[in-house]
């Protein structure tokens, strides 16, 4: 069924078409054992009633859903896959549907998965051929499940099938259609990591998403949404990634990556059709996304991709919790759809100074693809940038549970917050700057020697974690401590203890192993340690680097009787970063009075590298250089003698 509009914008003397297809029987899909399940039907209704409230509808051809045929699926999806979603919700399954669901990540299943997963793909379908036919100039597809999370042969977060890759293959598949070149545009606050990986290779489709990341520790918690993920073969260059390093991200900071990385790349692409994976969890006051992007950042957002393909533009519905901010935010969407109203609006000046980063890390990674991408970006455009209202802080370490394995999100709590957020346990969000500036004021009146005998024996390096950015070798900044003091004084010392190296890859460094100590002296070892003087401080925010994403920053994680007790104690292994690397912080004596700590795995960690549960392996060449640069440029050894000394602590048996 199809119901034309009463009315409808007039552009250019004609009036456009913008299909709306929504169908409350996507409504079945909820999950039985969590009622405020943030993928609640509520998103749809809320979305569809604010429309009719605005008389949207009566505007726009309003079509009734369809179910998605197995053949197009077919072509994204495995045959296993497709038997899974269509029986799932049968009474076959019935007694172990929790079962099933619980072998995936963030995936629950009813009775009304099957079809509401169905009618999701098919709806897209049915409005993404009539744009593509000229039918409708544009269409938005208020469905859910979303889909851009579904892998090949897998659901995943929340997404069954992977409504847009669906649409996508179809379009190109139908070449009768005219359709060779498509750009999906994904700003969801999560990356789309399903529909990356189905056109990883292919040059049809430019693939671009703006998320946050968090150096791969952000859902889905993996290295597919770097900026380094460029596509692969003829694909290479149609992969662009925009990687956030923090949260917080508004107006400004989306449409400084539009104006400089997605129209100048779509431009020169050319698409014959868009489609926007449109999930609203980066919107305001979303309680997953922790962005602040406005109904008018979206319609601005969205007025800049109308300019191509003649304005054939398909949007679905992903992600977005705030049932506000999301009907506030497709409402504004629609109306640019129909283009009867001028926008109104302002945004904050200007975005993050990490956002021009990662900008120009982008455009860098993807200059020889693209090369209107090659020239730099005007000092004095860059240096119009805001401070993060929040300590934001990246981990050095990859993050792992009790077991040594590395955290999958399903592991971090039960709730779907502890799922989709990092870290379980620890808080990413505002902090009372009153508490914070409290307890900071206190130990910035402490001094204390912290003992590095890794990549922060090179003073550079180390000056990372205190000034923030990045050195020569590594893969990512440090976004510093609040206080950038360098340290009052260097030093160095010879320790009785075991140098050694484990793990097999770091997100700083790459492939490689990391230095470690073990914390039991030994006078049969010897280890270099560059010692710098800073404040208490200063050593609870590189610990936070070294060990996590992000905290609640109310109270420090080694305090003043911490530091007292440290002395009798000899070492702390401290719980609230248990699943970091180097959580366990170990007493060296003093110097001039001032107590010495460093960091280091615990004593069962060792053990577990003996046994072979933990792996041993040598460093990067990238990573090792860092060591020879502090060991020679400390005037502890000559260069030769400092490769030996890395060789020796990487070979030799634990």
Known sequence: MEILPEKAADTGGRRRRVGLIYDERMCKHFCLEDETHPEMPDRILTIWEKLQSALIHQRCVVLSAKEAEDEYIAAVHTRKHIDLI????????ESRRKKVAAKFN??????GSSEAAYLAAGSLLEVTEKVAKGE????????RPPGHHAEVDKPMGFCLYNNVAIATKFLLDKHELGINKILIVDWDVHHGNGTQKMFWKDPGVLFFSVHRHEFGTFYPASDDGSHIMIGEGPGAGYNINVPWENGWCGDADYLAVWDHVLIPVAKEFCPDIVIISAGFDAAVNDPLGGCRVTPYGYSVMLKKLMEFAQGKI????????????????????????????????SSEAYPFESTWRVIQAVREELSMFWPILKDELPKELISRS????????ISDSDVENDNGVPVVLEDLGNTVEDVLQPFSGLRIGGVSNE???????????????YATYGSNMWESRFLCYIEGGQVEGMRRPCTGSLDKSVPKEILWKVVPHRLFFGRDQTKTWGPGGAAFLSPESNCQHKA??????ITLEQFNDVLLQENVSGCD??????????LEFIKEKNCISLEILKNGWYHNVVYMGNENGIPILTMTCTLSDVENFKSGKFPVCAPAKEYANALVRGLVGGKQLSEEAAMAYIQEAATKPL
Do not use: H
């Not at 963030?106 to 009775?111: A, L, V």
């Not at 506030?328 to 759809?337: G, I």
């Not at 508490?435 to 020697?449: D, E, P, Q």
């Not at 270099?528 to 003087?533: E, I």
């Open 86 to 93: 269509k029986n799932i919700s049968s009474r076959k399954f």
């Open 314 to 345: 398909v949007m679905t519905l992903e992600g977005g919790y705030n049932l506000d901010s999301l009907a506030n935010s497709v409402l504004a969407c629609v109306e640019v759809l129909l283009e009867d109203d001028p926008i109104i609006g």
């Open 386 to 393: 805001k401070e993060l209202p929040i300590q934001i802080l």
């Open 106 to 111: 963030s995936i629950y299943f009813n009775e």
């Open 136 to 143: 409708l100039d544009s269409a938005f597809a208020i469905v």
């Open 528 to 533: 270099y340690m560059c010692l710098y003087r």
């Open 435 to 449: 508490v914070n500036t409290i307890w900071r004021s206190a130990l910035s009146k402490t001094y204390v020697w």
């Open 553 to 562: 920053m109310s109270s420090p994680v080694f305090d003043l009787t911490d």
